[in-house]
Structure formats: C-alpha cells, structure tokens
C-alpha cells in the first residue's frame, strides 16, 4: 500500500515537472531567441492573470496559436462600468495592446489593468517600468484565482453532497464511493485536531469551520499544482491567505470567554509591574497570530512554485540542454515535496485555528 502510494506520488510529481518545464521558454515572434529574464518568467506565473492561458501552439511561429479560457473583465471607470473578455488582450501583457471599450483606452501591463489618459495611445514608462500616463481604474475582474477559487468550491460541494448521499442509500451507516473517502479525512479532522485542540466538549460548533478550511486549502493548493490550470496559485496570493486568517482572527477573538481576556489584559498570578509589562505584548500576540497564519500559508506555497520554475531557468540561463540532468531531477524531488506540502500545509493553518479556538474558550483552572 505504502509503494504504491509513493509511486504515485512519482509519477504526479513526473507529470507536474514534465508539464511545467514548458513555462520556461521565451520566444520572440518569428522564432528567434531573446535574452531570457528567469524573474520576469518566474513572477509571470506565480502571480494571478486575467485569462487561463492553458498551452501555446506553435510559439513563435507565424500560425502560433494560444488555447486559453477567456475571463470577463469588470471595471469602474469614469465613463461608468466597463466591461470585455480578457481575450481582447490577445495574451499581451506588456502594454502593447489597447483595448478601446466604452469610452475609455485599456492596456494590460504586467497583469495590472491601466486606462490611458485623454489623447493618449501609446503606454509611457517611467524608470522602474510603471505606465507615467495612465490610471488604474476600480478592478472587479474575475481573474484566474478568483475563477478557481469557484471551481474548489464547486469541487467541494460535490463532494460532501455525494458523500452525504451515500450515507443516505447506505443501511448500515457504511459510506460508499467519494463517502469512503471523505468519512477518514473527516474523522482525522475530528478526533486529531479539532478534540484535542478544543476540547470534547466545545469541538463541535467549530467542526463546520474546521472541515471547511482544511478542505478548501488542500483542493485548491491541488489545484495549483496542476499544469493544465496554468499554475492557478491561490493559497501563493496573499489576499486569500489574510480572508483566512482574518476569519480566523474573528471567531477567536468573539469566542473568547472571561478567562482569555483576563490573561490577556490583566494576567493571574504575576506581580502587579509584570502584569502591566506583559499586557502589551499579549494585545500584540493577538494579531501577530493570524498574521503569522497568513505568511506561513503564503509563503509556504510560492517558494515551493518559484523554486521549481527557479531549477527549470537553469536550463534557459545557461543554454545547455545539460543542465536539464541536474536541474530536472532537482525540480522532480521539489514535486514530489510540493504534492505533500498541499496537505501539510492545510492540516497546520486548520490545527493553529483549532488551538487558538481552545486558548480563547478554555475555562480557568482551579
């Protein structure tokens, strides 16, 4: 059992590297090489997009065609709402096409939406590569991370409404199918994290919360793994990671009893002097928890994603198909890390809020 399931780790993390090893080369239009920039690479693909670039056909070439998945692009602008596809663009990012919509003069720079000023058609830039002669306007797009974000959550719904169906049909209270594997995921979350950390009285009305988020970030860390959604690297960006953790911060800080708040602003047992001196610094500890939850998730994610694309640009840096011997296996070991940091990764952020659930609920101990 345990082979079997690390070799089909192996060969997700062989698919992973085989898949992604193609991010890495940059061509100009007719075929000839430019010089490679591995950040400009790198820090393409693990930011969010506007579109979901799937595969390039014939890059560089002149029937070189993109297959992608369009998305809608929603702004506030001046001129009212305005609205198009990200395919308008053509997969350009680099400010070269301007899309004219509703009044208004649009151009996509580095995956940042700018509306060009009155009179003006061509993009200016300033000594750090910003537009000096345009304006972002009020961004509602539905952009990769967003449109993944629904995917995992109708992912999920699918699979816990299937598992609860095969509760239903079962007898013997014996789930089968997609029921088989959920029912250990969610026993695991209740009897290793959310009993011990909380305590067998009090779990309960923290489960929903529990399974949620240890579900929601392993589908979509899965998600960011897999080539063909073109790395959509939703736990990597930092505004999903702080909704978590400020979700988190809230019901810790409303589910805190007279105990909690007492060692914090007024700690039992200790002289009156250390009692002041540690106040500030349990206020403090408040927030420094869910931050820390935030970063550890975010950066978690994106260096695992950026070392990989790191080890392909070896390839590209030192032009020499040679160094594909050392830095694909490199990239291969980094996978198969990367396939169990999905998983880790989800179990930590749900255990912390299960601890800071039990520190702000436990009663005081006589």
Do not use: C
Request: aromatic share 14%; charged share 15%; glycine share 6%.
């Amino acid at each position: 059992m345990r082979i079997n399931t690390f070799k089909n780790i192996i060969l997700s993390a062989l698919f992973i590297t085989t898949f992604n090893i193609g991010f890495a080369s940059e061509t100009k239009e007719g075929g000839d090489e430019k010089e490679f920039d591995a950040n400009e690479m790198i820090m393409h693909h693990v930011k969010d997009a506007y579109g979901m670039h799937i595969i390039t056909l014939n890059e560089g070439k002149e029937d070189e065609h993109h297959i992608s998945i369009p998305l809608p692009v929603i702004l506030w602008t001046d001129n009212g709402l305005t609205t198009f596809m990200s395919s308008e663009f053509h997969h350009d990012y680099n400010g070269k096409v301007i899309v004219e919509k509703n009044g208004g003069r649009f151009v996509n720079v580095h995956e940042k939406i700018y509306q060009l000023n009155d009179g003006e058609s061509i993009v200016s830039y300033d000594a750090e590569h910003h537009p000096t002669n345009a304006k972002m306007p009020l961004d509602f797009s539905i952009t990769r991370n967003v449109f993944m974000m629904w995917v995992s959550v109708a992912v999920l719904l699918f699979i816990f409404f299937s598992a609860a169906r095969s509760y239903r049909k079962s007898e013997n209270n014996v789930p089968s199918g997609l029921g088989s594997f959920v029912e250990p995921l969610v026993v695991f979350v209740r009897d290793e994290i959310g009993k011990p950390m909380i305590g067998e009285h009090k779990y309960k009305k923290y489960m929903p919360y529990l399974l949620t988020v240890f579900f929601f970030i392993w589908i979509n860390n899965i998600f960011g793994l897999i080539p063909i959604f073109n790395g959509a690297n939703l736990s990597g960006n930092i505004a999903f990671t702080l909704t978590l953790a400020f979700i988190t911060f809230v019901i810790t800080t409303f589910s805190g009893n007279k105990n909690y708040w007492k060692h914090i602003f007024w700690m039992p047992g200790v002289p009156v002097p250390m009692k002041i001196f540690l106040m500030p610094i349990e206020i403090i500890g408040m927030f420094t928890k869910p931050i820390s939850l935030m970063i550890r998730l975010f950066a978690n994610i994106t260096a695992g994603h950026i070392i990989i694309l790191a080890l392909y640009s070896l390839i590209f840096i030192f032009k020499t198909e040679f160094m594909g011997l050392v830095s694909v296996p490199f990239a291969l070991f980094i996978g198969i890390i990367e396939i169990i940091v999905t998983a880790i990764q989800a179990y930590i952020f749900t255990v912390l809020s299960a601890l800071y659930f039990g520190m702000a609920t436990e009663e005081a101990h006589h």
